[in-house]
T-cell receptor, first 114, second 117 residues
Framework: KQEVTQIPAALSVPEGENLVLNCSFT??????LQWFRQDPGKGLTSLLL?????REQTSGRLNASLDKSSGRSTLYIAASQPGDSATYLC?????????????FGKGTHLIIQP | GAVVSQHPSRVICKSGTSVKIECRSL??????MFWYRQFPKQSLMLMAT?????????EQGVEKDKFLINHASLTLSTLTVTSAHPEDSSFYIC?????????????FGPGTRLLVL
């Protein structure tokens, strides 16, 4: 059974700092990996999606890497801003075809101090 | 982007009653929708996969007779929690897979918070 772990569970840093969020998964047979942000009372917003054949994806100040063989992914946030405060979730999709749902980690609760 | 809505956003009900939650894809057709549940400080857990025009596929440990899923159209899936009990209180969130480019991406609804008294 796939398990996804995110470290740290919570993180509070001053505005402007660069930071790294970590995600690990136990079964390397994944189809892809996604990073989401979850804001209180709102749904999930997809940030980055990395296919199993890819090593990294970038979007603006966000960069996500994937090391499938070791079962790890990192989300790098550059020049953090208060608006980045949210819970960040890592999720993997099972390998193979069909309509598979996602397996999520518990998330990292991030607070960016103004 | 793609928009997915859920209704209601919050619901409080008495133990033993049934509650229906709707999930709609507003600007695209979704042959596949997913239902997740999130307990406090826990991960989102996949409950079931909803396929338009066919029976839902439930994850292990999820009672299909308790959590009824209907995906009658390409834009609507419903989850009915039958004979709800306090332990069913949770945050229920749906997602829909948009076909075509980046079809692997799931678009999530805002969630429904259920409280069973």
């Amino acid at each position: 059974k796939q398990e996804v772990t995110q470290i740290p569970a919570a993180l509070s840093v001053p505005e402007g700092e660069n930071l790294v969020l970590n995600c690990s998964f136990t079964d390397s047979a994944i189809y892809n990996l996604q990073w989401f942000r979850q804001d209180p009372g709102k749904g999930l917003t997809s940030l980055l999606l990395i296919q199993s054949s890819q090593r990294e994806q970038t979007s603006g100040r966000l960069n996500a890497s994937l090391d499938k063989s070791s079962g790890r992914s990192t989300l790098y946030i550059a020049a953090s801003q208060p608006g980045d405060s949210a819970t960040y979730l890592c999720a993997v999709r099972r390998s193979g075809g069909g309509a598979d749902g996602l397996t999520f980690g518990k998330g990292t609760h991030l607070i960016i101090q103004p | 982007g793609a928009v997915v809505s859920q209704h209601p956003s919050r619901v409080i009900c008495k133990s033993g009653t049934s509650v229906k939650i709707e999930c709609r894809s507003l600007d695209f057709q979704a042959t596949t929708m997913f239902w997740y549940r999130q307990f406090p400080k826990q991960s989102l857990m996949l409950m079931a996969t909803s396929n338009e025009g066919s029976k839902a596929t439930y994850e292990q440990g999820v009672e299909k007779d308790k959590f009824l899923i209907n995906h009658a159209s390409l834009t609507l899936s419903t989850l009915t929690v039958t004979s709800a009990h306090p332990e069913d209180s949770s945050f229920y969130i749906c997602s829909a897979r948009k076909p075509g480019y980046l079809q692997e991406t799931q678009y999530f609804g805002p969630g429904t918070r259920l409280l069973v008294l």
